[in-house]
């Protein structure tokens, strides 16, 4: 399935619609012979990008997972053309919360959750053995 069709799914467009969406795809996947032709299908999208931000506005449907990955290493959503993280809970809650990039994870300031990072974990504090002088030696 190509972008654009995959960022409508799950909207009611039209037909004629879909089948610009779908063959702009298609032309867009295939980097298309001629800049001429890729500029004009750019317009294309644009009007149709445009057109589906209204139906969006119509319906009420936010903009959350649009453009996002989910990385199941770290567990957060990744949005590869800001290089923006993403927090899970809140898209769950159809609401696009940044994450805050922390020494060992990330943090989301909307609803708190923080995320570590499986690739930096922090270090465990370790308070060494009891000694001799320890509870039961005092
Ligand atoms: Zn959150």
Not at 12 to 25: F, G, L, N, T, Y
Not at 51 to 77: C, M, N, T, V
């Amino acid at each position: 399935m190509g972008q654009l069709l995959e960022a409508l799914k799950g909207i009611a467009i039209p037909s004629s619609a879909e089948q610009v969406v779908r063959e702009a795809d298609v032309a867009y996947s295939k980097r298309a012979e001629t800049a001429s032709y890729i500029d004009h299908l750019e317009v294309k999208i644009k009007n149709l990008e445009a057109e589906l931000e209204q139906l969006r506005a119509d319906k009420g449907i936010p903009k959350e997972g649009g453009g996002l990955e989910f990385d199941s290493h770290k567990g957060i959503y990744h949005e590869s053309s800001t290089g923006l993280n993403y927090c899970p809970k809140c898209l769950a809650d159809k609401k696009r919360s940044p994450l805050k990039v922390e020494r060992h994870g990330w943090q989301c300031g909307v609803c708190g959750s923080w995320y570590g990072n499986p690739d930096n974990p922090p270090r465990v504090i370790s308070r060494g053995p009891r000694g001799p002088k320890g509870w039961m030696g005092a």
